[in-house]
């Protein structure tokens, strides 16, 4: 990758701005997905984003109408989203953050929509002044949305404006997964990293772009990884900071639970040993999520701060 992507996903947020992108990822979770778009099956429409305000306003009210559980018996995450850490989150969800400004910052940047394989796509599309600029499309993670790629779209796309080179440009692509932001939510089963790699594929060539290079992190990274073997004439490249480097055998060791194979250095060990503390104490989540979603998602569709915990 080009040195713009350095230089753009090093832009460290502010903890109030952590708090802005957590409580703006909250919303677009749970906002209704408005589309103010012309019609076309499988064109490319233009997008804006317009929340009701009667839509904010019963967020706000069930965000103040939260029922508290009790404090966490332990002194630290293991039981989970801490009480002291969460309430002052809900508290300036719920009275101090202005969803106006995230809608400001979406809509500052050109956004569309366009159908793949059934679904309504969303994304945010800026070309670079620099002619020779590479496409880039941008795939954002679990739980997240665009919004958490924002402030890479100027130092990408205007390098020069950022103490780059004119051939570090890109023209970027970010489109919001299915499901997430204002993409549609899919109907049917099937859409993981296979599936949505290939709409990804349909939406550079549809944009124009037969060869491009894909970035991703979280889940994300798994969606450049599946591109990048998928589409071998589209993808020239790859660039994930999430990436999935676990050897089969202590793989499976990890997952039935058996003690790491004999020969590892030191620093191997600490990694088995931190990759065990997530498969037997920090998977319970995940595992929930893929047998009963359905389930889970009668509690984090109605409450806003139960979404904002699970997150």
Not at 193 to 199: N, Q
Not at 255 to 274: H, I, M
Not at 276 to 282: C, F, I, P, R, S
Request: overall charge neutral; charged content about 25%.
């Amino acid at each position: 990758m080009r040195a713009a992507v350095e230089t753009a996903t090093a832009l460290s947020p502010t903890r109030r701005e952590l708090r802005a992108v957590t409580a703006a990822t909250a919303a677009l979770s749970i906002l209704p997905k408005p589309v103010r778009a012309t019609t076309a099956e499988d064109g490319i429409r233009s997008f804006k984003c317009a929340i009701p305000q009667k839509e904010i306003d019963e967020v706000r009210r069930r965000v103040r109408a939260t029922r508290w559980p009790g404090k966490e018996t332990v002194s630290d995450r293991s039981q989970g989203a801490q009480l002291q850490k969460l309430k002052p989150l809900v508290e300036y969800w719920g009275a101090e953050y202005d969803w106006r400004r995230g809608e400001k910052k979406l809509n500052a940047h050109a956004q569309f929509m366009t159908r793949i394989d059934g679904l309504d796509i969303h994304f945010i599309h800026v070309k670079s002044k620099h002619p020779d600029a590479l496409p880039l499309i941008m795939t954002h993670g679990w739980p997240g949305s665009v919004l958490e790629l924002i402030k890479t779209i100027g130092p990408l796309t205007d390098p020069t404006a950022h103490g780059g080179a004119a051939q570090d440009a890109f023209h970027v692509v970010i489109p919001s997964m299915p499901g997430y932001g204002f993409s549609e939510v899919p109907s049917d089963p099937g859409w993981g990293p296979d599936r949505i790699g290939r709409a990804w594929h349909v939406l550079m060539k549809r944009l124009g772009y037969d060869r491009y290079v894909s970035q991703g992190g979280d889940w994300g990274a798994v969606v450049s990884d599946k591109m990048a073997a998928q589409a071998p004439e589209g993808p020239l490249g790859i660039h994930t900071n999430m990436p999935a480097t676990v050897p089969p055998d202590i793989a499976k060791a990890l997952a039935d639970g058996k003690p790491a194979p004999v020969g590892l250095s030191e620093d191997e060990k600490a990694a088995d040993e931190q990759m065990n503390a997530l498969y037997t104490k920090g998977a319970g989540y995940a595992l929930m999520m893929i047998t009963r979603p359905q389930t889970l998602g009668y509690a984090l569709t109605d409450s806003p701060v139960g979404l904002a915990a699970w997150y």
